[in-house]
């Protein structure tokens, strides 16, 4: 199996190209990355690394590189600090260049596969953002960025229902590198004060990663995967 990997250099996609490099299933990775990457990975004989810019656009040759690919799992996103500040580029990072990619990837690659099996993209949307009275207005941007997110992304799968596929992840914040694991009540019970809303601890990113890179192989039963999906089926 060929799999497409973009964002290889963020928490959630160095676990999903390690993920991808272990999994015996998975035959050749063309990690799509602005920046380069460690030597163990760039001479890793399943990875194909392609230096690409702009994720707005696809090069001929770039498509025929992606050729003969089932799936692929779009770790691109924001950074924290990056979003908090310019709202232009979380837009542009979080909702822009997933779609106008997820687009272009179905109307190239999609009827390409083989076997003629569907053609599986699987990306994160900030839609399970912690609400608290402190952050409640940067949570409500994040939301109203997530739906315009998941539903650019569905218009595209509802359009190509025969070729294309999306599966959305809807994680909690990641954990901080050197948090300790949440060990308190479980994700469903925790509450935000005054909200009366549910609100789910940190998780790995090594546990996205795993989630990202089974679903690409296997596809799941919903196309929306909760936060309590991944810590039940991906732990």
């Not at 580029?89 to 687009?103: N, Q, T």
């Amino acid at each position: 199996m060929k799999v497409i990997v973009t964002g290889p250099t963020g928490r959630a996609g160095q676990e999903v190209v390690k993920k991808c490099l272990e999994d015996e299933r998975i035959t050749k990775v063309v990690i799509l990355t602005r920046r380069g990457l460690p030597g163990e990975i760039e001479s890793h004989p399943k990875a194909d690394v392609i230096m690409h810019q702009d994720f707005t656009q696809y090069s001929d040759y770039l498509i025929r590189r992606m050729q003969g690919s089932e799936a692929c799992i779009w770790a691109i996103g924001a950074r924290q600090e990056q979003a908090k500040t310019d709202k232009f580029v979380e837009r542009s990072v979080g909702v822009d260049l997933p779609i106008a990619s997820a687009k272009i990837l179905c109307e190239k690659l999609a009827d390409k596969t083989p076997g003629g099996v569907k053609f599986r993209f699987v990306y994160c949307s900030p839609k399970h953002t912690e609400k608290s009275k402190k952050t409640l207005m940067f949570a409500n941007d994040k939301r109203k960025l997530a739906n315009d997110l998941e539903k650019g992304i569905a218009e595209i799968a509802n359009s190509y229902k025969g070729k294309f596929e999306a599966y959305t992840l809807r994680p909690a914040n990641f954990r901080m590198p050197d948090a300790p694991p949440s060990t308190s009540a479980p994700p469903s019970k925790k509450l935000v004060p005054g909200l009366g809303q549910s609100a789910a601890a940190p998780i790995d990113p090594e546990k996205v990663g795993k989630a990202m890179v089974m679903i690409a192989c296997d596809g799941w039963k919903e196309k929306v995967i909760e936060n309590e999906t991944i810590l039940k089926n991906w732990c």
